[in-house]
């Protein structure tokens, strides 16, 4: 199975910084990659799908890059709405396997 | 709108069985998956498997083989998630969401805990 990783696993940085998240597949997945953010005891929420489709009603100040095995999400700007972790997710075959996660705060 | 209500908390004791509910409204059922994801305390995510609303095709994860069945009631519009032979380390959150790829929309999450 491919496996998925992401780093790094956690970051502090300030309000209004550019903040950037990898996600790496062990094998090529093309652009079958899926972000989720999920909010401290929240219920997950698609951000990106396509490795680079926002979902609707997501901020433009989320954006996702990528294809192949090497994937980035990017905040444009960190606002303090965006504590949260956020997950990676495979699609192109079953298993559609998430990555461990980057848990991301304000400095 | 679209809304994916489960049902409530469960507590069982290892060896025991749980199936959680996940009723779909706001949308033609037969018309997308189902996935199940289940989230362990302060853990990531797992994807356990998926369900075709339209034919009931399955497809789970390796590890959940032989322990997990999916099932839909198209009359209900409702999906169930049954695991079997319950360990302590199926203490989770279950999530269902619809999409069998990326997951669009998220039930609220049912807590099952595992403890003798």
């Known amino acids: 199975d491919i496996q998925m990783t992401q780093s790094p696993s956690s970051l502090s940085a300030s309000v209004g910084d550019r903040v950037t998240i990898t996600c790496r597949a062990s094998?090529?997945?093309?652009?079958?990659l899926a972000w989720y953010q999920q909010k401290p005891g929240k219920v997950p929420q698609l951000l990106i799908y396509a490795a680079s489709t926002l979902q609707s009603g997501v901020p433009s100040r989320f954006s996702g890059s990528g294809s192949g095995t090497d994937f980035t999400l990017t905040i444009s700007s960190l606002q303090p709405e965006d504590v949260a972790t956020y997950h990676c997710?495979?699609?192109?075959?079953?298993?559609?396997?998430f990555g461990p996660g980057t848990k991301v705060d304000i400095k | 709108q679209v809304q994916l209500v489960q049902s409530g908390a469960e507590m069982k004791k290892p060896g025991a069985s749980v199936k959680v509910s996940c009723k779909a409204s706001g949308y033609t059922f037969t018309n997308y998956g189902i996935s199940w994801v289940r989230q362990a305390p302060g853990q990531g995510l797992e994807w356990m498997g998926w369900?075709?609303?339209?034919?009931?095709?399955?497809n789970y994860a390796q590890k959940l083989q032989g322990r997990v069945t999916m099932t839909t009631d198209t009359s209900t519009n409702t999906a169930y998630m049954e695991l079997r032979s319950l360990r302590s380390d199926d203490t989770a959150v279950y999530y269902c969401?619809?999409?069998?790829?990326?997951?669009?929309?998220w039930g609220q999450g049912t807590l099952v805990t595992v403890s003798s």
């Open positions: 094998q090529g997945i093309s652009n079958y």
């Open positions: 369900i075709s609303a339209y034919k009931g095709d399955t």
């Open positions: 997710q495979k699609y192109n075959s079953a298993p559609f396997t």
């Open positions: 969401a619809r999409g069998g790829a990326f997951a669009e929309y």
